[in-house]
C-alpha cells in the first residue's frame, strides 16, 4: 500500500482507543479523572519498565512531541512533569481524548490530528520525541525515523517503541517467515519484515470488531540502528513478554523478572540522540 494509503487506513481503525476493551474489562464507562487514573494505574502497572525508558522528571520545561497517543496515557504523564506537551496521532479518537484529559487537569499542551510522515512542524523544533507502539504502524518506520531526526534539535533525544522480528512470538506464529529476514538480513539486508498477513498482525494489534490493524511492521536492532545512522548515539534494549506458548504456566508478572524478555521479547525500546 502507497504511504497515503496506510495513513487513511490508520486514520479509521485507530479512530477506536489503543486499550478500549481493556477500559472494558477494568469497567470504565466515562473519561472523568478518576476514571482515567483507574486506566492509568493498570497501564503504568503493565508496562513498569516504561519509567526505565522515558525519563518524565527529565523533560521538564523541555519541548515535547510525542507519536501515537492511544488513550493518553504517557501524554498526561508528560505533561504533568512539566514538559511543554506537543501530541500527533493520524486518528481523531486519541487527539480528542489527550486534549480532554489536558482541558480538565488545567494542564498545558495540544494534541493534534496528523502522520509523522508528513509532520505540521517545523525542523528544529523538540528537545526530545516520544514515539511508543506506533511507527510500526506508519507504512514506512525508515520515513518515520527520518522525520523524527528532522523535527529534533541538535543533541534532541529520540525515545521508541517498535516490534522485534525475532521475538519468541514471531518465532512461533511466522517462524518461515521470521527465518527468510534473518537469512535476508545475513546477505545484507536492511530493513522490516514486510508484509503480513492478518493473523500476525492481529496476534498484535485488534480492535473490539475483532479488525487487525491494517499496517504492521517487524524489525531487528540490528536493522533498527542502521536506520538510525544519522543519529549520534544509538541504544536499544527488549522489553516484554506475554504469558503465552511456551510461557503459559507463568504468570506475566514472573516473566518480566525473568531474563528472557531481554532475550526474546515482544518490542524493541530504542534511544537515539541527535
Known sequence: ???????????????????????H?????????????IFDDWYFDLYPYLYDHIPFNELKGKSVLEVGLGYGTVSQKLAEAGADYQGLDIAEGPVSMVNHRLRQLNLSGHATKGSILEPPFNPKSFDAIVAIGCLHHTGNL????????ELLRP???????????????????????????????????????GDSGQGER?????????????????????SLKKLCHRFSNFTARLENIEQEPPFSKKTRASLLKTSWPRLIGLDIYAKATK
Open 155 to 193: 543533541g534532541g533525544t529520540f525515545i521508541f517503541m517498535v516490534y522485534y522480528a525475532y521475538s519468541c512470538r514471531r518465532c512461533r506464529i511466522a517462524l518461515k517467515v521470521t527465518l527468510s529476514y534473518f537469512f535476508r538480513e545475513m546477505g545484507g539486508y536492511i530493513g522490516v519484515v
Open 25 to 37: 474489562v477494568l469497567g470504565i464507562t466515562d473519561s472523568s479523572p478518576a476514571s482515567l487514573k
Open 1 to 23: 500500500m502507497r504511504n497515503q494509503d496506510v495513513s487513511d487506513k490508520n486514520s479509521e481503525f485507530w479512530d477506536e482507543l489503543c486499550g478500549s476493551q481493556l477500559a
Open 142 to 149: 525508515r520515513m518515520g525515523i527520518e522525520r523524527c531526526w
Open 202 to 222: 492481529a496476534a498484535y494489534d485488534s480492535n473490539s470488531s475483532g479488525e487487525c490493524a491494517p499496517y504492521t511492521d517487524w524489525i531487528s536492532v540490528r
